[in-house]
C-alpha cells in the first residue's frame, strides 16, 4: 500500500513540477527534474535533470542541465544574476548572494523599497554576476559572493567563504577560501579539458561509463 501511495505522489509531483515551471524550465520524460518544497522565483529558468530540494532561488539565475542543489540553500540574484553551469552539486545551507546593501548612504535599511516604496535595485548594489562553472562542488554552509567565478572541476569545501575568483580545477577551504591543492595533476586536467566532456549529448555521456567511473591517479609534481 505504501508503495502505491509514494507511486501516486510522486507522477502527482511530476506533473504539478510540469505545469508550474515548464514556461522557464526544460523537461525531458527520461531524466525528470525533481522541484521539492522548494521556493523558486518567476525569473529563474532551468535546464533537465535538476534536483532542487528544500531550496529558495530568487531573481536572475540560470540553472544548467544536471544541477543538483539541496535544503536550507539560498541562491538570490539581484542585479547582474547568478548562473550554474551543469553538473554541479550545491549542499544544504549554502548561500549564494549577487547583491549587496548599499552602506555609503544614512542607513543601510532598503527605505527606498520599504518607505517610498519604491524598487529594491535602488537600494543594492553588485559586484558583478556569479558564475558556477561545470562539475563544481560547493559543500555545506558555505558562502559565495558578489562578482565571483568558480572555476571548472572545482571543489568548495564545507563552510568557506569565497571571496575571489576560484581557478580551475581547485579544492579550496576556510574563511576566507585559500587554495589546498588542484583535484587532479596537470595531465589529467589537459584530458578533461580536451575532452569537453560536460558538452556531449545524452547518447554519448551513456556510452562512455568507463571514463565517468574511473578513478584517475594522481602524479607526482615538484610544484607541491
Same mark, same amino acid.
Given at each position: 500500500?505504501?508503495?502505491?501511495?509514494?507511486?501516486?505522489?510522486?507522477?502527482?509531483?511530476?506533473? #504539478?513540477? +510540469?505545469? %508550474?515551471?515548464?514556461?522557464?524550465?526544460? +523537461?525531458?520524460?527520461? #531524466?525528470?527534474?525533481? =522541484?521539492?518544497?522548494?521556493?523558486?522565483? %518567476?525569473?529563474?529558468?532551468?535546464?533537465? $535533470?535538476?534536483?532542487?530540494?528544500?531550496?529558495?532561488?530568487?531573481?536572475?539565475?540560470?540553472?544548467?542541465?544536471?544541477?543538483?542543489?539541496?535544503?536550507?540553500?539560498?541562491?538570490?540574484?539581484?542585479?547582474?544574476? =547568478? &548562473?550554474?553551469?551543469? +553538473?554541479?552539486?550545491? $549542499?544544504?545551507?549554502? +548561500?549564494?548572494?549577487?547583491?549587496?546593501?548599499?552602506?555609503?548612504?544614512?542607513?543601510?535599511?532598503?527605505?527606498?523599497?520599504?518607505? #517610498?516604496?519604491?524598487?529594491?535595485?535602488?537600494?543594492?548594489?553588485?559586484?558583478?554576476?556569479?558564475?558556477?562553472?561545470?562539475?563544481? @562542488?560547493?559543500?555545506?554552509?558555505?558562502? =559565495?559572493?558578489?562578482?565571483?567565478?568558480?572555476?571548472?572541476?572545482?571543489? =568548495?569545501?564545507?563552510?568557506?567563504?569565497?571571496?575571489?575568483?576560484? /581557478?580551475?580545477?581547485?579544492?579550496?577551504?576556510?574563511?576566507?577560501?585559500?587554495?589546498?591543492?588542484? &583535484?587532479?595533476?596537470?595531465?589529467?586536467?589537459?584530458?578533461? /579539458?580536451? !575532452?569537453? @566532456? @560536460?558538452? @556531449?549529448?545524452?547518447?554519448?555521456?551513456?556510452?562512455? &561509463?568507463?571514463?565517468?567511473?574511473?578513478?584517475?591517479?594522481?602524479?607526482?609534481? !615538484? !610544484?607541491?
Amino acid at each position: 500500500m505504501k508503495y502505491i501511495l509514494k507511486k501516486i505522489y510522486n507522477c502527482f509531483l511530476e506533473k #504539478y513540477t +510540469f505545469f %508550474k515551471y515548464h514556461k522557464n524550465f526544460s +523537461f525531458d520524460k527520461n #531524466y525528470k527534474t525533481v =522541484i521539492k518544497n522548494s521556493i523558486i522565483g %518567476k525569473k529563474v529558468s532551468g535546464n533537465i $535533470g535538476l534536483k532542487l530540494i528544500g531550496c529558495e532561488i530568487q531573481g536572475n539565475v540560470k540553472l544548467d542541465r544536471f544541477v543538483s542543489i539541496n535544503k536550507n540553500t539560498k541562491i538570490l540574484g539581484g542585479i547582474y544574476g =547568478i &548562473r550554474i553551469k551543469a +553538473f554541479s552539486s550545491i $549542499g544544504q545551507n549554502v +548561500f549564494i548572494q549577487e547583491n549587496y546593501h548599499k552602506y555609503e548612504r544614512t542607513s543601510t535599511y532598503h527605505f527606498n523599497q520599504n518607505i #517610498y516604496k519604491g524598487k529594491l535595485e535602488e537600494d543594492i548594489y553588485s559586484k558583478g554576476k556569479i558564475v558556477i562553472e561545470e562539475d563544481v @562542488w560547493i559543500g555545506s554552509n558555505s558562502v =559565495i559572493l558578489s562578482g565571483i567565478k568558480i572555476g571548472r572541476g572545482s571543489i =568548495i569545501g564545507a563552510g568557506s567563504v569565497v571571496t575571489k575568483d576560484v /581557478e580551475e580545477y581547485s579544492i579550496m577551504g576556510g574563511n576566507p577560501a585559500k587554495l589546498l591543492k588542484k &583535484r587532479f595533476d596537470i595531465q589529467t586536467i589537459e584530458i578533461l /579539458e580536451k !575532452s569537453k @566532456w @560536460w558538452e @556531449w549529448d545524452i547518447k554519448k555521456l551513456k556510452t562512455n &561509463r568507463e571514463f565517468f567511473l574511473k578513478k584517475f591517479e594522481r602524479r607526482n609534481e !615538484s !610544484s607541491e
